[in-house]
Structure formats: structure tokens, C-alpha cells
T-cell receptor, first 115, second 113 residues
Framework: DGGITQSPKYLFRKEGQNVTLSCEQN?????MYWYRQDPGQGLRLIYYSQIVNDFQKGDIAEGYSVSREKKESFPLTVTSAQKNPTAFYLCASSTQLRGRGNTIYFGEGSWLTVV | AQSVTQLDSHVSVSEGTPVLLRCNYSSSYSPSLFWYVQHPNKGLQLLLK??????LVKGINGFEAEFKKSETSFHLTKPSAHMSDAAEYFCVVSGGGADGLTFGKGTHLIIQP
């Protein structure tokens, strides 16, 4: 079945440590996204990518980095510069970045907790 | 500019009774509209979407929504609630934001036995 796979589901980060969240899709989508969701809150866009080897900052990119070396993969690194990283992280993809009717599909999410 | 307002942060209904989750939007053009559901510790799942065809849109799990341009609304309904419907629901309008979407803040649906 086609879909978006995020791993790990749960991740613990120590102070000063960088961690990477994996996101893989087999939907043949060009656009991919990372969102952050805090408990009881809506979604905030961290980074997005329209095509391979291209990505742009979203609304809350500080302390995060991404790469898009392959169409299927869009890993997110949470760096030590992100002072409050504890949150639920959602990866998503769509056939195109924008456009009427463009539908975004989401992965199952990853919980990151600072210990 | 696009905006979306989910009028209730929490809705509580009894099992077997109708569900109504309200969403109003603002858009400078004819938008696409979506409803997503999120169960605890899960990703968002698409329930239904409106893109300019029929104004009454049927989705999965018995949900439907009606696009009312004159009222700028896209309310989500279900005739009979089931315990498994307990979740967070997000209304989304196309346009605005770098990702081309504007998300509502969500409505938490509680189902009483």
C-alpha cells in the first residue's frame, strides 16, 4: 500500500544533542512537508520541499534542518539550537506544492521528548 | 487572505446522536476545503474534500459536509455518533501559507456512552 512512513514513533533527546526524524513516501509525490504539533494545538509548518534538492523554510524553521536528496525521502533534524523541541512531528506529502484541490497526506507522526 | 475558524474547541455528544462540527472560512477566491480527523498519537486522515463539484460532500465513516458559499461555511455532520469517532477534527482551506493551506485550530469531539 502507498503511504508515508515516519520513524521512529518515539524519540528521546538529551540536551545539546541533534536528532533526526525519518520520513519516506512511496506515493510518487513531488512536495513534502514537516509540521510540528504541540498538545492541544494546531499544526505549524517547519519546512517544505517542492522538488528534489530544493526546500524552503516554513513558519518555525529555527533550530531545524532538512534535506531532500531523493524524491521519496525528507528527513528532519532537530538541532541543539531548538530550545523547546518536545512535540509531535508530522510529515506529509502531496502531488504538488499548491493548487486548487491539492490534497496533503500525512504520516503517523513521531513524538520527540527532551530528557 | 485565507482564514478558517472552527467555532467550537470541544463538542460532546452521546453515542447514537447526531454530530455537528462547525467551520467558517474566509477566502479571496473560490477555495478548496477539507476535513481531517486525528486520533490520539496518530497522523491526520482525510475525511472529505470539496473542490467545486457538488456542494454536499460525502466522506469516509459516514461523515459529510455541505459547502455554503453564502454563509462561508463548511460544517461537518454525521447522523449517528459512534465511540470510535472520538478524535480531533481539523477544517482546512486552500490558500494562504507556504504550503498552500490554512488549518483551523481543531475541534475535540467527545462521545459519551
Amino acid at each position: 500500500d502507498g503511504g508515508i512512513t515516519q520513524s521512529p514513533k518515539y524519540l528521546f533527546r538529551k540536551e545539546g544533542q541533534n536528532v533526526t526524524l525519518s520520513c519516506e513516501q512511496n506515493l510518487n509525490h513531488d512536495a513534502m512537508y514537516w509540521y510540528r504539533q504541540d498538545p492541544g494545538q494546531g499544526l505549524r509548518l517547519i519546512y517544505y520541499s517542492q522538488i528534489v534538492n530544493d526546500f524552503q523554510k516554513g513558519d518555525i524553521a529555527e533550530g531545524y534542518s532538512v534535506s531532500r536528496e531523493k524524491k521519496e525521502s525528507f528527513p528532519l533534524t532537530v538541532t541543539s539550537a531548538q530550545k523547546n523541541p518536545t512535540a509531535f512531528y508530522l510529515c506529509a506529502s502531496s502531488t504538488q506544492l499548491r493548487g486548487r484541490g491539492n490534497t496533503i497526506y500525512f504520516g503517523e507522526g513521531s513524538w520527540l521528548t527532551v530528557v | 487572505a485565507q482564514s478558517v475558524t472552527q467555532l467550537d474547541s470541544h463538542v460532546s455528544v452521546s453515542e447514537g446522536t447526531p454530530v455537528l462540527l462547525r467551520c467558517n472560512y474566509s477566502s479571496s477566491y473560490s477555495p478548496s476545503l477539507f476535513w481531517y480527523v486525528q486520533h490520539p498519537n496518530k497522523g491526520l486522515q482525510l475525511l472529505l474534500k470539496y473542490t467545486s463539484a457538488a456542494t454536499l460532500v460525502k466522506g469516509i465513516n459516514g461523515f459529510e459536509a455541505e459547502f455554503k458559499k453564502s454563509e462561508t461555511s463548511f460544517h461537518l455532520t454525521k447522523p449517528s455518533a459512534h465511540m470510535s469517532d472520538a478524535a480531533e477534527y481539523f477544517c482546512v482551506v486552500s490558500g494562504g501559507g507556504a504550503d498552500g493551506l490554512t488549518f483551523g485550530k481543531g475541534t475535540h469531539l467527545i462521545i459519551q456512552p
